[in-house]
């Protein structure tokens, strides 16, 4: 079956300009993850959602940084006024529930010139 | 904040070569754990996985073991082959959200 898709899988943008990733997790998981991976680091976990749960948003870096998952599917990580900083490859992830084995899509490699 | 260590940082062996990673973690409150392996400009693939009411996993030539009382994991591939030359990743869950990841072993299979 279809796995974990992301889009876009490149992403450049000026600095200052907002951004929108978009994740599309395997049809009947129910949990959705986001983390980032910056070069030579490990991944960071940025949010989770958990079916109609209120999002966990603990691992969010600013408030430039927010994510929205409709009817319990898709999900759009924004990031607005973007800064060099936040360049790095963003992964999404989703599992069956919340303790079940974490699926990966293939990431969105975004580069803030 | 939980803290995830991941030795040796590279590795390089024959092929052939049965060979040991290892993960720790500063929290051996550990509730699940998941190896994956990373090739370059790829997302991440599922290994194993060892939930909270086991000790360890295998699938073929893997097995990956936890020791909760540590914190402590290792992976082991028998039999390497240069097909498994990747960055392998271990990912601890303390709870029913995200994991935390250590920076990878980079391994080399040389043919």
């Known amino acids: 079956g279809a796995g974990v898709s992301q889009s876009p899988s490149n992403k450049v943008t000026e600095k200052g300009k907002d951004v929108e990733l978009r994740c599309d997790p395997i049809?009947?998981?129910?949990?959705l993850y986001w983390y980032r991976q910056s070069l030579g680091q490990g991944l960071e976990f940025l949010i989770y959602?958990?079916?109609?749960?209120?999002?966990?948003k603990s691992g969010l870096p600013s408030d430039r940084f927010s994510a929205e998952r409709t009817g319990g599917s898709v999900s759009t990580l924004t990031i607005q006024r973007t800064q060099q900083e936040d360049s790095a490859v963003y992964l999404c992830?989703?599992?069956?529930?919340?303790?079940?084995?974490?699926?990966f899509g293939p990431g969105t490699r975004l580069t803030v010139l | 904040k939980q803290e995830v260590t991941q030795i040796p940082a590279a590795l390089s062996v024959p092929e052939g070569e049965n060979l040991v990673l290892n993960c720790s973690f500063t929290?051996?409150?550990?509730?699940?754990l998941q190896w994956f392996r990373q090739d370059p400009g790829k997302g991440l693939t599922s290994l194993l996985l060892?939930?909270?009411?086991?000790r360890e996993q295998t699938s073929g030539r893997l097995n990956a073991s936890l020791d909760k009382s540590s914190g402590r994991s290792t992976l082991y591939i028998a039999a390497s082959q240069p097909g498994d030359s990747a960055t392998y990743l271990c990912?601890?869950?303390?709870?029913?959200?995200?994991?935390?990841f250590g920076t990878g072993t980079r391994l080399t299979v040389i043919p």
């Open positions: 992830a989703s599992s069956l529930s919340g303790v079940n084995e974490q699926f």
């Open positions: 049809s009947g998981h129910t949990a």
């Open positions: 959602f958990q079916g109609n749960s209120a999002p966990d």
């Open positions: 929290d051996s409150a550990i509730y699940n």
């Open positions: 060892i939930q909270s009411s086991q």
């Open positions: 990912g601890g869950g303390t709870g029913a959200n995200n994991l935390f």
